[in-house]
């Protein structure tokens, strides 16, 4: 007689003389979790200049700090003052950046968190959600 399941919902294999583990479906707040770690590792900017690439952090916290330089950006902007300057921190340091030089890293902030978004919301809507999604990078392109 084969030893008692882990879980209630395994089934035994009588071919293979083993039980196979229930595995949950995947739910659409698993896809979501997975969405917001990927939202937080951030991406690298260049400068095209002697500040060079930097790690730009993308967790809740970032997103918070980077509105309110957002903020600050467009408020120069519409009042004349794109050349205002700031001072960012990035993952990889400090860095002084133009109200306008912001609206570019912006721009790719959006490139950078659109797709994500967009995968998500598709592996969302399979029926079923493949057990593999979070590992099969191609779910995410």
């Given at each position: ?16 003389g ?7 479906p ?20 260049d ?95």
């Amino acid at each position: 007689m084969p030893i008692p399941p882990l879980d209630a919902r395994d089934v035994w294999d009588f071919e293979a003389g083993a039980w196979i583990p229930f595995v949950p479906p995947t739910t659409e707040a698993d896809v979501i979790a997975e969405r917001e770690r990927r939202l937080s590792l951030g991406f690298h900017y260049d400068f095209g200049d002697a500040r060079g690439v930097h790690l730009i952090g993308t967790t809740n916290a970032d997103m918070e700090g980077w509105d309110e330089v957002a903020k600050g950006a467009q408020a120069a902007i519409n009042l004349g003052a794109s050349n205002s300057s700031f001072t960012i921190v990035t993952g990889t340091g400090q860095a002084t950046v133009t109200a306008m030089e912001f609206q570019s890293i912006l721009a790719a902030a959006t490139a950078f968190r659109q797709p994500i978004w967009a995968s998500s919301f598709a592996i969302q809507a399979m029926d079923p959600i493949p057990p593999d999604y979070a590992i099969n990078d191609t779910y995410w392109l």
